[in-house]
């Protein structure tokens, strides 16, 4: 079975316009384009494995590390009200966890709301993000990641796009 993560992990082209950082486990990258919101990122498993289930002592022990870190991240350049941490893994059998920004004064990221705006983006019904704006994002969260510096990497992450 083939596996749209891995083919992404793969294409080093497209991936490197939307990484933001990886470690020897997961990468955080933005959602790919066309996306239904700024800011919606995803954390993925490096290796193929469905989900927490699968995870060396390794990866449980960082988990909870970059997720936390990586939300914070969501929160901060987006100015969210909160971050959704969704996977359902039936789209891909890899790990990705979305980070959704919520903004409570726009009802299209309410709960389950967002699915429906996301299927709406998907079907063209509905405008995506601006890409250039999300071009921009990710430079800004780069950024902000390489900034942080010690604090986020805690020894874990490795910066693949550092900042001049």
Request: net charge neutral; aromatic share 6%.
């Amino acid at each position: 079975m083939s596996c749209g993560i891995c083919a992404l992990h793969g294409d080093a082209a497209q991936l490197d316009a939307i990484e933001i950082w990886r470690s020897q486990h997961w990468l955080l990258r933005h959602h790919s384009l066309p996306s239904a919101l700024l800011g919606w990122c995803c954390l993925d498993a490096r290796r193929h494995l469905s989900g927490p289930i699968e995870f060396s002592t390794d990866e449980a022990q960082e988990w909870g590390f970059v997720v936390q870190r990586a939300s914070q991240l969501v929160r901060d350049l987006t100015g969210c009200d909160r971050v959704y941490a969704i996977a359902f893994g039936e789209g891909a059998h890899h790990l990705h966890l979305h980070l959704i920004p919520r903004h409570a004064k726009d009802q299209q990221t309410a709960a389950w709301a967002v699915a429906d705006h996301y299927r709406a983006v998907a079907a063209g019904h509905r405008l995506a993000a601006d890409p250039t704006a999300v071009l921009s994002w990710i430079r800004q969260a780069r950024a902000e990641a390489t900034k942080k510096g010690a604090i986020l990497n805690h020894g874990l992450i490795a910066q693949r796009h550092p900042q001049p």
